[in-house]
């Protein structure tokens, strides 16, 4: 079991930038990677960003790409989502969640809110 605890999160205007924070605990040793996955209201969860321990590789949805950079530091069990340019439609709950099974992602944070204002 992986506990994974976000902050950062909150309101910010359109063009402004946000630092989202992910710390792990409990069984991190068998996580393979973390990500980033947001949630806006009567929207389905998409994940937007991705961090492989493995060789560090990242993977970004296209609505982010350019905008937002995940970074982490597995030593320290903590992933970041550094989100820049943010518009009003990067509105959502954003959780971070870790995969224990190679490609799905099974432990999930509380989420936190990231609200952008035009």
């Known amino acids: 079991q992986v506990q994974l605890v976000e902050s950062g999160g909150g309101s910010v205007q359109a063009g402004g930038s946000l630092r989202l924070s992910c710390a792990a605990s409990?069984?991190?040793?068998?996580?393979?990677?973390m990500g980033w996955f947001r949630q806006a209201p009567g929207k389905e969860r998409e994940r937007v960003a991705s961090?492989?321990?493995?060789?560090?590789?990242?993977s970004y949805a296209d609505s982010v790409k350019g905008r937002f950079t995940i970074s982490g530091d597995k030593a320290k069990n903590t992933v970041y989502l550094q989100m820049n340019s943010l518009k009003p439609e990067d509105t959502a709950v954003y959780s971070c969640?870790?995969?224990?099974?190679?490609?799905?992602?099974?432990?999930w944070g509380q989420g936190t809110q990231v609200t952008v204002s035009s």
């Open positions: 961090i492989r321990w493995s060789d560090s590789g990242t």
């Open positions: 969640a870790a995969a224990t099974i190679p490609s799905e992602f099974d432990s």
């Open positions: 409990g069984r991190t040793v068998s996580t393979y990677a």
